[in-house]
Nanobody, 123 residues
Framework: QVQLVESGGGLVQAGGSLRLSCAASGRALNTVAMAWFRQASGKAQEFVAAISWRWDATNYADAVKGRFTISRDNAKNTVYLQMNSLKPEDTAVYYC????????????????WGQGTQVTVSS
């Protein structure tokens, strides 16, 4: 079992930055893969970025490459999503997710989810 608590969403102007945090608790976190997904109003949930807890491997959606950075702090059991050069199309509810095993791009592969945090980017 993994419990996830997100924080850090808010309202920002286009071109600005936000950092999302996801605090994890539970067993065997060093075997967990963590990811961020987002869901804009009226759209399906989509993959944003992922990181393996044990390794340094990271993966990004093409839409956020070069602008977003996923990282983790093992001592704090926390994963971050640094979002720079934000665009109005980044507006969505952002969800932190976890699964035991390797990184995956698919929503259905993740068993544990946070409550979501709203990110709104104004033009």
């Amino acid at each position: 079992q993994v419990q996830l608590v997100e924080s850090g969403g808010g309202l920002v102007q286009a071109g600005g930055s936000l950092r999302l945090s996801c605090a994890a608790s539970g067993r065997a976190l060093n075997t967990v893969a963590m990811a961020w997904f987002r869901q804009a109003s009226g759209k399906a949930q989509e993959f944003v970025a992922a990181i393996s807890w044990r390794w340094d491997a990271t993966n990004y959606a093409d839409a956020v490459k070069g602008r977003f950075t996923i990282s983790r702090d093992n001592a704090k059991n926390t994963v971050y999503l640094q979002m720079n050069s934000l665009k109005p199309e980044d507006t969505a509810v952002y969800y932190c997710a976890a699964r035991y095993g390797s990184v995956d791009y698919n929503v259905g592969a993740y068993d544990y989810w946070g409550q979501g945090t709203q990110v709104t980017v104004s033009s």
